[in-house]
């Protein structure tokens, strides 16, 4: 599975974002796709979630201030991320995960993207 994100970029506070990811390749057997974000020193950490059948999950910090959605048709995820904080700033990841019975869960990730929120 191949992840490709766009969006990203030097925004202020209290402003919005829009990050999208494509993915393709072997994506039948993808079972969510969602974005996480990762900072200097910190580990990667969920921003949210969604599975092939509509099921969000979010992080608390994500939560009333993002909408994740997912266009089965076109392969692709997006986040809405609103009334961004300083404290977003951080390299946004596309992923994506299949599960085998064999293999258990296999994680994907695209390129990362930078999201700076200045104040």
């Known amino acids: 599975v191949q992840l490709q994100a766009s969006g990203g970029g030097l925004v202020q506070a209290g402003d919005s974002l829009r990050l999208s990811c494509a993915a393709s390749g072997n994506i039948l057997s993808v079972r969510a796709m969602g974005w996480y974000r990762q900072t200097p020193g910190k580990e990667r950490e969920l921003v949210a979630d969604i599975t092939k059948d509509g099921d969000t999950n979010y992080a608390e910090f994500a939560k009333g201030r993002s909408t994740i959605s997912r266009d089965n048709a076109k392969n692709t995820v997006s986040l809405q991320m609103n009334s961004l904080k300083p404290e977003d700033t951080a390299v946004y990841y596309c992923?994506?995960?299949?599960?085998?019975?064999?293999?258990?869960?296999?994680?994907?990730w695209g390129q990362g993207t930078l999201v700076t929120v200045s104040s």
């Open positions: 992923n994506a995960w299949a599960y085998h019975n064999l293999l258990g869960r296999t994680d994907f």
